[in-house]
């Protein structure tokens, strides 16, 4: 099993062996290296994983995912799940994050445009996340952001599982989903990991439905996580 930097050299590894869509510009205004992933935020002991489509412009910058602006309303929302009152200082609110969650993604990249990745390139990655997940991470809840951040976890489950329980309506937002994530080792061995999804809207204000309802949406989930 790689350590977690042999894992990231061999995500962008994987990068360089074949071209896809990745926002160029956005990362050489940042003197960054596109095919350098950003694969995760935060702390690989925390309980619970906040996990989102892929990267943003302000993601890139920061070289840290959920950093933007939905970002910040779910930092926000997890600062006063803790605290019990808002941040002092965006100081404070990003080291409560990065100190008591971990932060990742579908695809450590950032798209061109606000595009979500084809499912091809998600499969690219799919497993180094499996083996950030299962190998390095010590949690196993993920809150998941909007529809494709859910639904990446559809080959885990029983088949139609996910759809079926995302049909539900808004009990989906509230109700628990529990299945059993896999990675593949070096030696070729299969491991499981149970973990338990609690899916949210994604909390953009193009998310007209939902976005104002979301803070307390996200209170109501972070009230189901054990800490």
Not at 107 to 123: E, F, Q, R, S
Request: with cysteine; hydrophobic share 35%; aromatic share 12%.
């Amino acid at each position: 099993m790689p350590d977690i930097e042999t894992l990231i050299t061999q995500v962008q590894e994987e990068a360089q062996r074949e071209e896809f869509p990745i926002d160029v510009p956005i990362y050489k205004s940042a003197n960054l290296e596109p095919t350098k992933p950003i694969l995760y935020g935060g702390n690989l002991h925390s309980p619970l994983c906040f996990f989102g489509r892929d990267l943003g412009k302000d993601e890139v910058i920061a070289q840290q995912p959920l950093i933007g602006a939905s970002g910040t309303m779910v930092r926000k929302g997890f600062y006063y799940s803790i605290h019990q009152q808002k941040a002092p200082t965006r100081k404070d609110l990003d080291e409560t994050t990065i100190e008591r969650v971990l932060l990742s993604n579908t695809v450590p990249y950032k798209p061109p445009g606000n595009k979500a990745y084809l499912v091809k390139v998600k499969k690219r990655f799919r497993p180094f996340l499996e083996q950030l997940f299962v190998f390095h991470w010590q949690g196993d809840q993920f809150i998941t952001l909007g529809t494709e951040a859910f639904k990446w976890f559809a080959t885990y489950g029983a088949k139609g599982e996910l759809d079926s329980f995302f049909r539900q309506g808004d009990a989906r937002y509230e109700d628990k989903l529990t299945v059993n994530l896999t990675a593949t080792d070096d030696a070729g061995m299969t491991h499981a990991k149970a973990v338990t999804l609690l899916p949210l809207p994604h909390p953009s204000p193009l998310n007209q439905k939902y976005y104002a309802a979301f803070p307390e949406m996200l209170q109501k989930r972070l009230a189901q996580v054990e800490f």
